[in-house]
């Protein structure tokens, strides 16, 4: 029996990877903590075993005005989480941190890519993931996760985005590109693999294999009877247009396939998360 604390509520990913440790209650001791206000202390973290933050602000536009919250949430009140945890004897630390950290809108990343954030979401979890990895020791394991484009039923982030295009728009681009992605189920596994191997370091979790932004957009409609008629038609618009937006859903973003998750192969995934 392992005592599991997922800190962060209201989170999508962390109620998620809760529903999936629930089904294993003779393994695992699921707690979770609500970050806001919270005073990290060792006595908060006394007994646990593994702790798994999802703690963070993310979803909002940054501008100069809220800049210092990204700081204040995804690295102090972060770091002051592992120092605690630390201190009170716990073994494995688990970060959710972001692709973000790399400040690619389009790219191929590796694992010796050198982070280059170009935000204070991208600055503020990169700074927590380094602060924490100085903590690391023979006795407290970091886990670091850069996960890209979570997707899944009821999730959040840019998959609504292709989901809105689906219902609102009768054709859609036929434009061959590539997305390093995860559903959700396949990062929940991941997740669940790191505890059980007491996995340590830095890891990119995703799909095995490459996503097209259409052939998704074409699953979504076919798995709710529309005929979306995809086109190339505008395909020479989408190479030269330098709107971010643009090559956020079309351009080429990948990791180097490693710490692939094959629970859920992209068919699966997506009836998943359109049909459940």
Known sequence: MKNILIAGTHSYIGESFKALLDQYREMYSVNVIDTRGLKPTPEVFKGIDVIFCVAGIAHKKVISKNSYQYFDVNRNLVVGMARAAKEAGVKQFILLSSMSVYGLTVGHIRKDTVPHPVNAYGESKLQADEEIKRLEDNKFIFTCLRPPMVYGKDCKGNYQIL??????????????????????????????????????????????????????????????????????????????????????????????????????????????????
């Not at 997305?179 to 396949?186: A, E, H, L, Q, V």
């Open 163 to 276: 989901r809105k295009f689906v219902f609102k728009f009768p054709i859609f681009p036929d434009y061959k590109n590539q997305r390093s992605m995860i559903y959700i189920g396949n990062l929940c596994e991941f997740v669940k693999q790191c505890i059980d191997l007491e996995k340590k370091g830095l890891f990119f979790p995703q799909n095995a294999e490459y996503i097209n932004t259409s052939e998704m957009v074409r699953l979504i409609a076919k798995m709710h009877g529309k005929n979306v008629r995809l086109t190339k038609s505008f395909n020479w618009i989408l190479r030269i247009i330098p709107v971010k937006i643009v090559k956020k859903v079309f351009g080429n973003l990948t990791y180097e396939l490693v710490d692939t998750v094959i629970k859920y192969d992209f068919n699966e995934s997506m009836r998943l998360s359109e049909q459940g």
